[in-house]
């Protein structure tokens, strides 16, 4: 499954910006699907993912000012991006799980998409 992100950029503080991921790539259902970030020098977090079922999980500094939607139907996920800080500024990067259907058999995959930039300038 391959996945194409897009939206990221240069922003100032207190800006607004919103990230987009569509995957593609044969018979697949996805089961959960989301963004992760990383910060120069930093490990890799979750930011936001959203499940099948419409469940969402979110990092607990972006609560109030990030919102995640999406994937059934189109899937496509978007994380909108309010009220941004410079803390916020990383590689973006999109993520799905679920099942796919590959030479007559069902497996599990676990994607990456390409990475989008984002700054925050203060």
């Known amino acids: 499954v391959q996945l194409q992100a897009s939206g990221g950029g240069l922003v100032q503080a207190g800006g607004s910006l919103r990230l987009s991921c569509t995957a593609s790539?044969?018979?697949?259902?996805?089961?959960?699907m989301g963004w992760y970030r990383q910060a120069p020098g930093k490990q890799r977090e979750l930011v936001a993912t959203?499940?099948?079922?419409?469940?969402?999980n979110y990092l607990d500094s972006i609560k109030g000012r990030f919102t995640i939607s999406g994937i059934q139907g189109r899937n496509t996920v978007w994380l909108q991006m309010n009220n941004l800080e410079p803390e916020d500024t990383a590689v973006y990067y999109c993520?799905?799980?679920?099942?796919?259907?590959?030479?007559?058999?069902?497996?599990?995959?676990?994607?990456w998409g390409q990475g989008t930039q984002l700054t925050v300038s203060s």
């Open positions: 993520n799905a799980r679920g099942m796919i259907i590959a030479g007559g058999a069902l497996n599990d995959f676990d994607s």
């Open positions: 790539g044969g018979a697949f259902k996805i089961n959960n």
């Open positions: 959203v499940t099948s079922g419409g469940n969402t």
